[in-house]
Every structure is written in structure tokens, then in C-alpha cells.
């Protein structure tokens, strides 16, 4: 009798223990990804993030209703901005943010947000609450289209950044 009701409990406490870290890995591993996405984006323009001397930031603008695996995978941000030597992380990450800004309007970037990934080496992007993993289910385009977020070149409204 009490080795069925421990079992029972045991039983319990490990479905409560893997429910939540179930969604929390898969959080985990977007921002992880995410952070990776940037030092492709980076090196996409000859630059490294991890030289550069710290109190350091990353921004990029990040198409939250677009993000797939395939993106995560293969994919770069069309707007980033970074900064480095700052004299505080508030003043890195507003340097950073306003240059992630600039280029998206820059590049007609839109349905993105300009969202801090890093503050100097550490990954601090977070997934919006709103966010649904089930966005990460692998999709397929038949057409080549290498920038799914890219505004067409002939509109001409701003593009809608986060400030």
C-alpha cells in the first residue's frame, strides 16, 4: 500500500516536473537560436559581435510572426544594430536599438520589432508571452522568397519598427 501511493506520487511530481520545462526548452532554444541568427547576420557583414571590446549590445529586428524553424535555421535578420566601448548597458543597448531602427527604415524592413538579443555576451532576448512555439513547425514555400518580411519596394509607408 505505501509503495503503490509512492509510486503514484512519484508519478505526479515527474509529469509537474516535465509539463513546464517542456515550453521553457523550447523558449530556451529560440533564444539560443536567435543568438546564433545574429552572428550569422554579422559575419553576413564582415563583422563579429564577440570582438568587439564590452559593455556591448545586439539588436536585431525580429519578425515574431514569421519566426519558423527554417528562418532560425538558415536565415539572417534584415536589420540589426549593434554597439560596443558604451559607457553603460542602458546607453549600449539605446545606441544598439536606434541602429537596428535605422536600418529597417532604411531597408523598408516591416513586421519586425527591434528587440535587444545581447548585452555583451549574454543572450537576454525574450520571447514575447504572446509567442506560439507551434510557429516553429517546418514550412515549405514554393516560391524563393529569401526575405519573407520585406516590404515591397514600390510602398511607400514607414515600416513598423519597436521604439
Known sequence: MIMQKT???????????????????????IETQLGEMFHK???????SYTVQETTKA??????????????????IFEAIG?????????????????GCQQMAQHYQVVDCSCDVIFVNEDV???VPD??????????????KNTSPWRKNPAHTSRPRTAQ
Do not use: H
Open 7 to 29: 509510486c503514484v506520487l512519484l508519478f505526479f511530481i515527474t509529469i509537474l516536473a516535465l509539463s513546464p520545462n517542456a515550453n521553457g526548452d523550447d523558449l530556451s532554444s
Open 41 to 47: 547576420t554579422m559575419k553576413k557583414w564582415q563583422l
Open 58 to 75: 545586439g539588436v536585431a529586428c525580429i519578425p515574431w510572426d514569421k519566426l519558423n524553424l527554417e528562418l532560425l535555421s538558415t536565415g
Open 82 to 98: 549593434f554597439s560596443y566601448s558604451m559607457a553603460t548597458e542602458e546607453a549600449a543597448i539605446r545606441v544598439a536599438t536606434q
Open 124 to 126: 537576454v532576448v525574450s
Open 130 to 143: 504572446d509567442f506560439s512555439t507551434d510557429l516553429l513547425a517546418p514550412m515549405s514555400r514554393s516560391k
